[in-house]
């Protein structure tokens, strides 16, 4: 599964419909202070399933939509679109017959988020499990978040043990397994 276009609208300071494309090789995102470069990589984390607004630097999950700017009202709705390429057939089964898959989450003002693949609405849950299998998820070890270096030297060995594990590829493991508990 390849990550290779992300859409965003709404979302943070992205107010404008922006589209990015990841293509093959390193990818940069440079830019002055307060230009959003963090807010791009918040907007992944959050297609992938994120629930934490805290870990958005957010004090509520509405605080992601568009707040408003000198001259531009607020928005209603925050949207965010990830496509994946998946021609190498890694994705989970229930997807699986899908070349493209194109995940999106949408937020509304005191609504909540509906997430979809490829158009059918599915849970938080299917979004999460989707990518923590592919070890690039909301909380994966892939994404390291600003400040968060110095997070981990800090941490206490069980929230260190947690980070190894998903570096090793086994928390997807442990997501399904508490699904299964639960059912
Ligand atoms: P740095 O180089 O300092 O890390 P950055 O490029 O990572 O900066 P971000 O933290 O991504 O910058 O962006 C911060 C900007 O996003 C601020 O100007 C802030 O006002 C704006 N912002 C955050 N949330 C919203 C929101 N809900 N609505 C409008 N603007 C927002
Ligand atoms: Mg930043």
Known sequence: MQLTRLRIVGFKSFVEPTEFLIEPGLTGVIGPNGCGKSNLVEALRWVMGESSYKSMRASGMDDVIFGGSGHR?????????????????????AFN?????????????EAGSTYRINGREVRARDV?????????????????RQGQISE??????????????????????HARRHEAELR
């Open 128 to 144: 999460q499990l989707l990518f923590a299998d592919a070890a690039t998820g909301a909380r994966s070890a892939a994404m390291v």
């Open 73 to 93: 009202p607020a928005r209603n709705t925050a949207e965010v679109t990830v496509t994946v390429d998946n021609a190498d057939r890694t994705a989970p089964a």
């Open 97 to 109: 017959d899908a070349e493209i898959l194109e995940i999106s989450r949408k937020i509304t003002r």
């Open 152 to 173: 981990i030297i800090a941490a206490k060995p069980q929230a260190r043990r947690r980070i190894l594990e998903d570096a090793a590829g086994i928390a997807g493991l």
